[in-house]
């Protein structure tokens, strides 16, 4: 028998909101941002990113709002709300109202996924959405404050293994 226990999301895992761009600064630009629009679950659509003019900002500041693959990001604002994608491939920055996770020593990243994608999680964004704005809203404060177990890291990997396996037959069969 394994030992698990409950964790807070923000223990496990770096929060990242994202950067909010100024909209007079995207265009053709070969520096692209994720926003909202792209993340089309399972996967963030990176073949219709829009660019940004970076050179209006400052390029270390914004480090920690880049995304690569491998990466999830979740939306937190819209009717879309608690929508989750993997980034495939490339690199990016995230904008305004889009989530990244970015997990610690102590999770393994396909377990983390797992656990993002479960009903669970779904219905706590739901069930935690900002109901004093016209539009729904959660921050990344509450997200972190999501309850789930985790057992040890060396279990995590087989439980991903496992599960990614069968992901991959899904995705080839489609």
């Known amino acids: 028998m394994t030992n698990w226990q409950e ?9 990242i909101a994202g950067f909010a761009f100024k909209s007079k600064d995207f265009g053709n630009y070969p520096d692209k941002v994720i926003k909202i629009t792209n ?21 270390d500041k914004l480090k920690k709002f880049s995304a690569t693959k491998g990466d ?19 690199e990016a920055y995230i904008n305004q109202r889009v989530l990244m996770f970015k997990p610690t020593e102590a999770i393994d990243k396909k ?3 797992y656990n993002l994608v479960d009903n669970k ?9 900002d109901s004093e704005s016209a539009q ?9 404050k999501y ?18 396996v069968l992901d991959d037959k899904i995705e080839l069969n489609n």
């Not at 309850?147 to 990614?164: D, N």
């Open 147 to 164: 309850e789930f177990s985790i057992p040890s890291l060396g279990i995590q990997k087989q439980i991903a293994g496992v599960l990614g």
């Open 136 to 144: 729904a809203n959660i921050s990344a404060t509450t997200i972190g």
């Open 111 to 113: 377990f983390l996924y």
């Open 39 to 59: 993340i089309e679950p399972p996967f963030v659509n990176t073949a219709n990113l829009i660019g940004i003019d970076i050179s209006k900002y400052n390029r």
């Open 7 to 15: 964790v807070k999301l923000g223990y496990v895992c770096d929060l």
């Open 72 to 90: 999830y990001v979740l939306a937190m604002t819209g009717a879309t709300i608690g929508k989750l994608g993997r980034i495939c491939e490339g």
């Open 121 to 129: 999680f779904m219905q706590y964004v739901l069930n935690h959405i």
